[in-house]
């Protein structure tokens, strides 16, 4: 199991751009896919974004399609989302997490895999 720390959370205008984090240490970090999660207040944590270990492959929620963009950069064990024309709804706790492909990450629930402790983003209208 690889751990996993997010940041780069905090508080952006309405069509601003914010771009987040996540450092991964404890085993190699090229072996894993991974992929982000959201979570907003009273509700499910939902699936943003997922990508391949060698990051080559990408798969976005309906939601953040043609704003939010996954990369990673396995050189420095990190996974990155940058989001762009954040939107209120955006709002919410999101989360990096890590798996043995996309399609594992994608199904990942809050108490099974890798996760990190999340980072707030707040999106004011």
């Known amino acids: 199991q690889v751990q996993l720390v997010e940041s780069g959370g905090g508080l952006v205008q309405a069509g601003g751009s914010l771009r987040l984090s996540c450092a991964a240490s404890?085993?190699?970090?090229?072996?894993?896919?991974m992929g982000w999660f959201r979570q907003a207040p009273g509700k499910e944590r939902k699936f943003i974004a997922a990508i391949s270990n060698s990051g080559s492959s990408t798969s976005y929620a309906d939601s953040v399609k043609g704003r939010f963009t996954i990369s990673r950069d396995n050189a420095k064990n990190t996974g990155y989302l940058h989001m762009n024309s954040l939107k209120p709804d955006d709002t919410a706790v999101y989360y990096c997490a890590a798996g043995g492909n996309m399609l594992v990450v994608t199904r990942l629930s809050p108490n099974f895999g890798s996760w990190g402790q999340g980072t707030q983003v707040t999106v004011s209208s």
């Open positions: 404890g085993r190699t970090f090229s072996n894993y896919a």
